[in-house]
Every structure is written in structure tokens, then in C-alpha cells.
């Protein structure tokens, strides 16, 4: 079971992270970063340098592909290596996965037209013009394709999917051996729940 | 004001991630990443590699110091390099935090002698022998000393210091951006609410 985990200019660190320390626990799992060089890959505000140690030309075939989100996925949701690396992997992958604005990025791939799926909250209603439907849950599971909300649910999203690939004690095992027993300080999570100036302050960005 | 996040081979990427993608999110904070020698350091599994981008000597007087834990923190809870940086940048730093295991490091280093302080559950007890008072709680801050459980908390850790530091506000907008509503698809994230045989098993290993 080779797990890969696509990496690019520009990606958010805890996408990749979060579905990363709890996948790879999974027994028996290879896990590979990969980009389109191999090396150091940096984060969306450049403060971070993620080591790829494969290009995408070495990894052919993974069991299951995880495709973390950025702030500008722009660079790689348009014709180039990696989307056509991502229809290639796909065409035999067993799971194919995103958070946050990964699902762009899988979407412009054309590999979520008539998927029900989720994303980032600033980003839900972009799904839509790639033919897929967008979904406000944290995690949506279509056929194959996994895709979860913004950047923390990649860890909602790996536990979700130990479960489904190895059974519910598996799943658990991880949840306790990385203590996932969240108790955020506020209630602010998700626009429905935050402050509303907060949900516009960010909306106004967009 | 300077976050430093100290890395060490052998250290669990989500602990470092988890506080980064929250408190690297400051206004006006500049992060580094800081280890003995500066370039790639190697997780625990020793399937990923973070860049560090600073070496120890280089980073002196850090606003805010972030210690990850990992499997086996032997090598770096033992005299030598880290341990005398913690201490020296300790003097002068404004919170001195840790997720999971990384307390037992500062612990070795003496910082948390007669202090509040928690760890990874499976090693709560072991920050007794640093003179430390144990505490089950997920966020523990005593005086400018905030430590973490296991793994995933250093996201509840991260949003609760940027509480303390800018404001509910601040906590609340980085929240609502890293989509943090945790939806934890079973409920066994800590030793009371997993399956009493997952403890045990886990329990088993130490």
C-alpha cells in the first residue's frame, strides 16, 4: 500500500501533515512526498520547506493519492505535469483524496465532474465550475474520491479513511496514540458558527 | 516577534505542524524553524524531512519557543547543544511551549520544575522526574510556560497562545481560515474515552 502525498509551490503545511500523521500509521503503509522535483518543496507563505523525495516520473502507481490545498492553487490547476500526473495516478489508484483547496486542483484534473464533493469554505462554490457538486461537510466521500473542508479536516479526513481501509479499531488506535481529542478554545470553526464580521473580513479577501 | 519551532531527528511532524499553521499566522509574526545544523531533518519514521533553516547559534533571543515531541526524545533530553539552547533562549523568550513529548525535553532541561505542565498521555507520569506536576489537561499554561498533549493538541495549544497574545479575535479569524471544527469520526482521542483494550495494547508497548 503505497500512500502518496502530492506536494507544490505554494501548498498549506497542515493539509499535507494532518492526513500524513494518521495514514501513515496505517500498518504496512510506504508513504511518499512527491513534486515535481524532488527536494524542498515551500509553503504558501514561504516560512517552510517540505523535502519531496520523489519526483512525480517515480510514483506510477499509489494505492492512495492525498492532495493538500494552498492559497493560490492557481499554479497547478492549470494544464502541466501535475494534472496530468493526477489523471495518470488516478486511472489506478484505490483512493483518491484532497483537503482544502486540493479539491480544486482535483477538480481542474476533470476527475470530479458529477462527485458530490467539499472544500475550503472560501472556496466551496468554485467546485461547481468544475462539474462537481459541493458539499458544506467536513468530509465527502464519492465512489473513490475523498475530499475534505479546509486545511485541519485532513486529519478528520486520514481517520475516516483508516476506518474505512483497515476497520474502526485501527482508526481509533491512531485517534488515541495521537490524542485527536480536539477541545478548540472558541466555537469559530466554520462560517456558520464564527463571528459574522470575521466570516465577511474573509469573504472581503476573496 | 520570532517563533521559533526547534526540530531534532526523530521528531512527529504534526506536533511541530499543528502550532505552526496557527501561531505562524500572527500578524506581524516571523517564524523559524531551528535545529542543531541547518537543512532537512528527518521525523520520526524517518519518512519525512523538514527543512530547518536556521542553526541553534543562529537563533538567540526567540519571542516564542515551540518544542515538538517524538517517539524516543533520549537524544535530545540528554546534556548537549538543545538542551543549553533551550536554556539560553528560554532566559529571555516571552512563552516557552512544547506539544506531546516535547515537555519531557524541557523538562530535562530543568525549565519545568515545579510547574503545571502535560505530555503525550502514555507519558504524563515521566514529567514527575523533572520535578513538573503532571496534569491531564490538553492546554496547560503556568506563568509563561505552555505545554501540550499528544500529538494533534498543538493546534488547540496554537489558537489558545494566539488568544492570549492578540486577542479573541485574532484565535477566532485564524480558526474560521484553518477551518478548525473538529469532527473526529470516532471518540477515542484520549485514554478515558478510547476502548479500554486500545489502552491497554497501547500501555503494552511503553
Known amino acids: 500500500m503505497q500512500i502518496a502525498f502530492l506536494l507544490y509551490p505554494g501548498f ?25 522535483r524532488p527536494g524542498p518543496v515551500r509553503n504558501e507563505s514561504d516560512t517552510l520547506g ?3 523525495e520523489a519526483a512525480l516520473t517515480e510514483v506510477t502507481r499509489p494505492d492512495i493519492v492525498v492532495v493538500p490545498g ?17 489523471r495518470a495516478v488516478d486511472a489506478t489508484s484505490t483512493w483518491t483524496t484532497s483537503v482544502c483547496t486540493g479539491s480544486l486542483i482535483l477538480g481542474a484534473a476533470g476527475l470530479l465532474k458529477g462527485r458530490r464533493a467539499t472544500s475550503h469554505w ?25 475530499t475534505a473542508a479546509g486545511v485541519s479536516s485532513g486529519i478528520d479526513m486520514g481517520l475516516t479513511l483508516l476506518g474505512r481501509i483497515a476497520g474502526d479499531r485501527t482508526a481509533q488506535s491512531v485517534q ?8 478548540p478554545p472558541y466555537d ?7 463571528p459574522a464580521d470575521i466570516v465577511a473580513e474573509w469573504r472581503a479577501t476573496m
Chains 1, 2 share one sequence.
Do not use: N
Not at 494552498?70 to 493526477?86: H, N, R
Not at 466551496?124 to 466521500?141: D, K
Open 12 to 36: 498549506t503545511a497542515l493539509d499535507a501533515i494532518g492526513p500524513f500523521d494518521t495514514l501513515s500509521r496505517l500498518p504496512g503503509a510506504e508513504t511518499v512526498l512527491v513534486a515535481e
Open 50 to 52: 517540505l523535502v519531496a
Open 70 to 86: 494552498g492559497a493560490d492553487t492557481s499554479g497547478v490547476a492549470k494544464p502541466g505535469a501535475v494534472q496530468e500526473w493526477l
Open 122 to 146: 472560501l472556496a466551496l462554490e468554485t467546485l461547481a465550475s468544475f462539474g462537481a457538486e459541493p458539499t458544506g461537510e467536513r468530509v465527502v466521500i464519492d465512489g473513490k474520491y475523498v
Open 176 to 183: 488515541l496514540l495521537i490524542e485527536y481529542d480536539p477541545q
Open 188 to 194: 469559530a470553526g466554520s462560517p456558520e458558527k464564527a
